[in-house]
């Protein structure tokens, strides 16, 4: 679960039922009408009974959540109320409705719009009944295009069945969100998860999708980009649902790890100051690209859609072809007017904000990595804000740095996103094995251990990249670069006490085959 905040703890307090002591707790959201039933529960009294609750001096006490708690020596005491008294402010209650609804009836001329709605909604039930036939023969259309498909499908060749790669036919298949807003609870965040949002030290393993959902919200409230692009609130939670849904369930690339690069992103936008240097139409650049640079991946790498031939890969000509797909996916959900957060952008506006998130989302293609690296090398020690090659560039580097920043974390918080990234890379280098593929070493599950993993990797590429972008923002030292060297450190320490075991049990073994030679 998510916020420790203390909105969420139990509230209690204390009855005076027949003499004894009665302790009630109950949710901070609890109705005023379940607090009132679960104190007649408590009192003994049948759960619809009408009741007033007074402390020991007599007062009146509210019964909501927010009344004020009491004490063991500081008793409530619950007070069915009377017959009479009931009586009497029904009978009030009744004439000021009466007279209230006479005086509407007067004012609006309620009996007209009756008629009125009566007889729009009898030509709309007529309408929905012509369009549900329309449906039914759209639906039988489809089907029939299906059937179609499928027997294309089955008469292709070789790895066309693959079921890892994207399929034309499934097009469009979860785009819109299976579910409606308001569907996720509105979740209020404690001042102690806002603070944590902006830190990398935040611990993404202890939230749920809806809770991660209203961080993502919130994170687009705060930064001004609702404002700015005079975002509609709902559309923005149907976006943020169809991107959920658009995440497949792999063991990595999935949606907590889009929602990990988008809060690191976040923090980066906070630690380094980067509202006083970059517009706000760039942070919502980031911040988009962030949220939508992995949609749809199929746990399969750029190497295999290339070497398997797949889909993807002949659609995007082997070049970048996840990447390119990512950022169709995202495009195509921007495309359904209830998901399109842009929607109120002028669109020559609209134009360069989707070309800065396509090119954000392609130079998260590893095989890129090195010369985006050595073009920002170049830059850094000359950089101008003031020039958009280099603002261009900036944030090809930052999106970079947030996608493979999980070292960048708390040990217990990066830590199982290694044994997840294995976990993928083994489900691919099985698959390869088993269709005659070629096997990166790194992937497979016979030769790669986490240290193997991690060690060349945080040195190579994490350490270079954080180190070059620290001489921009020399702050991130302490928080993001000190962190990956003792990550790298660890497991260097993790590597030599692997070898050690490696190297005594090649002892044993050979001592042992020694002893069996004599023996003979």
Known sequence: MGSSSSSYAPKSIYLDVDGKVQKVVFSRHCSPCDIKELLCSSSNLPRNTAIMMVDPEGALVSIDPTMPTNSPNSLYKVIP???GQLGEKEDMFQNVLSQVAEQFSR????????????????MLEKRVELEGLKVVEIEKCKNDLKKLRDEMTSRGAGRVNCPCKYNFSDDGKKLTPRRDVPSYPKYTLSQETIEALKKPTFDVWHWEHNEMLSCLEYMYHDL?????????????KRWLLAIQEN?????FHNFRHCFCVSQMMYGMIHLCDLQEKLTLTDMGILMTAAVCHDLDHPGYNNTYQINARTELAVRYNDISPLENHHCAVAFQIFSL???NIFANVDPEAFKQIRQAIITLILATDMARHGEILDSFKQKVDNFEFANEEHVTCLKMVLIKCCDISNEV?????????????????????????SEGLPVAPFMDRDKVTK????????????????ETVMKLFP?????????????????????????AMTEEAQKKKTENMSLGGKKK
């Open 81 to 83: 109320l009377s017959t």
């Open 107 to 122: 004012a609006f001329r309620i009996n007209e719009l009756k008629t009125e709605v009566t007889n729009r909604l009898a």
């Open 475 to 499: 702050q991130i030292e302490e928080i993001m670069v000190q962190p990956l060297r003792d990550s790298r450190d660890h497991y260097e320490e993790l590597k030599q006490i692997d070898d």
């Open 451 to 466: 240290p193997t993993a991690q060690i060349g990797f945080i040195k190579f590429v994490l350490i270079p990249m954080f």
């Open 247 to 251: 995440y497949r369930g792999n063991p």
């Open 224 to 236: 001004g980009l609702v404002k700015e692009f005079n975002m509609n609130s709902i559309t923005l």
């Open 409 to 433: 974390r708390p040990t217990e918080v990066a830590e199982p996103w290694v044994d997840c990234l294995l976990e993928e890379y083994f489900m691919q280098s099985d698959r390869e094995k």
């Open 337 to 339: 007017p209830e998901c």
